[in-house]
Each structure stands twice: as C-alpha cells, then as structure tokens.
C-alpha cells in the first residue's frame, strides 16, 4: 500500500487548504483499511495526531487544537481522504502525514499501531 499527501502549502493566518491522501495498491491493500489517520510534527517537535477516520462506522475524531476548525472526509471511489483546514494559524505549521490502519475500524490510539504511512506534505502558515 502507498500513501500520497499533496495540498500543502503557504497560507496567510486564517486562510484554507485541504490536504489529500491517495492511496493506492492491491484491491487487497485498499480493502484492508480500517483508517485513516492525519498526523502533523511541527519543526523540534513530536509528531501528534490531528483526526482520524473510521472507514467502518465513518466515525471521526480531532485532536482539542483543530476541532471546530477541521474535517476529515473520504471519497471511496477516489481511494482518497481529504484534511479540510480552515481558520489557520501560525501553529498549524508542520509537515502533515497520513497514515493506514489495517484490520481495525477503531481509530488506534497509538501512532505505532499504524501500518503504512505517507512522506507527508509541508504546510506553513504565515503573514
């Protein structure tokens, strides 16, 4: 299985963007996920979880810092899940990665229990 992010980019302080993430693989691979994870690790920092997606109950959680603020999403026949961000801020900035969950619909609650991850996508938000 190959996760792709793309979307990132440079964005003035409560501006948008939407991140995706492509994957693709064997008909096995793709059905074999459970979830979908979005991760972020700003520069001299840990990496932390920002949402996650159950592909069984399309059950969702966010990280306190970007509720309200951003949705997670899926487009099945795409084998594509979307980051919607709006109302950035300056501490939003960080390279963002996605990450697969395999054989579980429960959006795990360690970064380890996932299986597959993407190189991520850099998103700066700044005036």
């Known amino acids: 299985l190959q996760l792709v992010e793309s979307g990132g980019g440079l964005v003035q302080p409560g501006g948008s963007l939407t991140l995706s993430c492509a994957a693709s693989?064997?008909?096995?691979?793709?059905?074999?996920?459970?979830?979908i994870g979005w991760f972020r690790q700003a520069p001299g920092k840990d990496r932390e979880g920002v949402s996650c997606l159950s592909f069984g109950s399309g059950g969702t959680n966010y990280a306190d810092s970007v509720t309200g603020r951003f949705t997670i999403s899926r487009d099945s026949a795409k084998n594509t899940v979307y980051l919607q961000m709006n109302s950035l801020e300056v501490e939003d900035t960080a390279v963002y990665y996605c990450?697969?969950?395999?054989?579980?619909?429960?959006?795990?609650?360690?970064?380890?229990?996932?299986?597959?991850w993407g190189r991520g996508t850099q998103v700066t938000v700044s005036s």
């Open positions: 693989g064997t008909k096995q691979d793709l059905s074999d996920i459970g979830v």
């Open positions: 990450a697969a969950d395999f054989g579980t619909y429960k959006c795990p609650s360690q970064e380890s229990l996932y299986d597959a």
